[in-house]
């Protein structure tokens, strides 16, 4: 099949409204359908995107149609009561302790990742004693980041974005597979943010 091009469209900004909706759901099915991957079923192993079994992308179909800003209970009591609900699953899936605090979801896992870290980085410096939120970066004690030599760019992007800076960045071997060689790992201390990969 022919893929789709920007010249399959009409792509020039519109003066006026939407005028015939039909037409613009039928043009995206007939040109685009055709052009899609195949990454809802379960065994989907592209990227990191994961695969989807028929269930889940139902209730995504349908949440999508809910539209809710699950922010507070008071503005989507049915978002508050779930995600309630999965947070509790994972507390016993991951054997966490009851006084655990589960964070809210995110979009995905660049955003996980860049709360992880966020998260982390705001422990240490509890720990020690240093208010980050009201002092920032100047001035602050050194944390050390350790990751695999193959970590993915997410990762990267992560570290970056929240200022640890990248030459900052204890590298560790990895195996054939990807994996991180655990007995090539500096020695830790308090400190450290690990990131296993």
């Given amino acids: ?18 005028r015939d909706p039909a037409s613009i759901l039928n043009q995206l099915h007939t040109i685009g359908s055709p052009c899609t991957t195949a990454g809802t079923g379960g065994r989907y192993f592209g990227f990191v995107t994961g695969g989807a079994l028929p269930i889940t992308l139902a209730t995504k179909w349908l949440t999508d149609v809910w539209d809710q800003n699950g922010a507070l209970h008071a503005m989507s009591p049915i978002t508050s009561t779930l995600e309630t609900i999965v947070e509790r699953w994972l507390t016993e899936l991951f054997g966490l302790t009851e006084k655990s605090v589960v964070a809210s979801f995110v979009s995905g896992t660049s955003m996980a990742i860049v709360c992880g870290l966020a998260a982390a980085r705001f422990r240490i410096y509890e720990r020690m004693g240093y208010d980050f939120n009201a002092r920032g970066h100047a ?38 597979q990807g994996r991180l060689c655990l007995d090539a790992l500096p020695a830790l201390d308090g400190n450290t943010i690990v990131i296993l990969q």
Avoid: Q, W
Wanted: with cysteine; proline share 2%.
């Fill in 1 to 18: 099949h022919k893929f789709a091009e920007e010249s399959s469209f009409c792509s020039e900004m519109m003066n006026h409204g939407i």
């Fill in 139 to 176: 001035g602050a004690p050194l944390i050390r980041i350790v990751t695999s030599a193959a970590t993915h760019s997410t990762v990267t992007k992560a570290i970056a974005l929240l200022g640890f800076g990248l030459d900052n960045v204890e590298y560790v071997a990895v195996d054939d």
